[in-house]
């Protein structure tokens, strides 16, 4: 069964400093991976979706990459501002279903 | 605008009732899915639903149930069978189905007095 793990569980940097948040999961045999934001209280919003066969997407001022044989994910977040502190949460797709991780809780201070 | 609608956005219910939680999605996407989140935890699949009239349990789909009589709604009743109801809980589409983006709803947050 497929388990997806993220770490740290929450993040706190400076306005402006990159960063670079992580993914684990334990099966390799996946369709995709995607990244989302989740704002307090609210929905999930879809940043990137990386299909197994790709080893990286690219919006803006972020960037996702894929490593599938290492079962890592990673999500990098150039230039951060306090616009981007929200909860992250990756997601994997498999043969079964999708599965999430619990998310990382990104604060950016101004 | 295009997008999922769910509503109430609060919801509390006594112990032993039955509540229904609105889905309603104007994106003309095939598949729906029903999700469970608790504090510190990531989301937990209830149900899904790939077309019409047909839907499937997914992980936690003990005291709920749903129905998918059309291609835009797909409502989650919550049954006095649900022994912890207390939680977020988020509905989300796909065009197809897997491989897909998911697009979310707001959310309906349900509290047991």
């Known amino acids: 069964k497929q388990e997806v793990t993220q770490i740290p569980a929450a993040l706190s940097v400076p306005e402006g400093e990159n960063l670079v948040l992580n993914c684990s999961f334990t099966?390799?045999?996946?369709?995709?991976l995607q990244w989302f934001r989740q704002d307090p209280g609210k929905g999930l919003t879809s940043l990137l979706l990386?299909?197994?066969?790709?080893r990286e997407q690219t919006s803006g001022r972020l960037n996702a990459s894929l490593d599938k044989s290492s079962g890592r994910s990673t999500l990098y977040i150039a230039a951060s501002q306090p616009g981007d502190s929200a909860t992250y949460l990756c997601?994997?797709?498999?043969?079964?279903?999708?599965?999430f991780g619990a998310g990382t809780r990104l604060t950016v201070k101004p | 605008d295009g997008g999922i609608t769910q509503s109430p956005k609060y919801l509390f219910r006594k112990e032993g009732q039955n509540v229904t939680l609105s889905c309603e999605q104007n994106?003309?996407?095939?598949?729906m899915y029903w999700y469970r989140q608790d504090p510190g935890q990531g989301l937990r699949l209830i149900y899904y639903?790939?077309?019409?009239?047909?839907?499937q349990k997914g992980d936690i789909a003990e005291g709920y149930s749903v129905s998918r009589e059309k291609k835009e709604s797909f409502p989650l009743t919550v049954t006095s069978a649900q022994k912890n109801p207390t939680a977020f809980y988020l509905c989300?589409?796909?065009?197809?189905?897997?491989?897909?983006?998911?697009?979310f709803g707001p959310g309906t947050r349900l509290t047991v007095l």
């Open positions: 989300a589409s796909t065009l197809s189905g897997r491989g897909d983006t998911q697009y």
């Open positions: 099966d390799s045999a996946i369709y995709n």
């Open positions: 990386i299909q197994s066969s790709q």
């Open positions: 997601a994997v797709e498999d043969n079964n279903d999708m599965r």
């Open positions: 994106l003309n996407h095939d598949a």
């Open positions: 639903s790939q077309i019409v009239n047909d839907f």
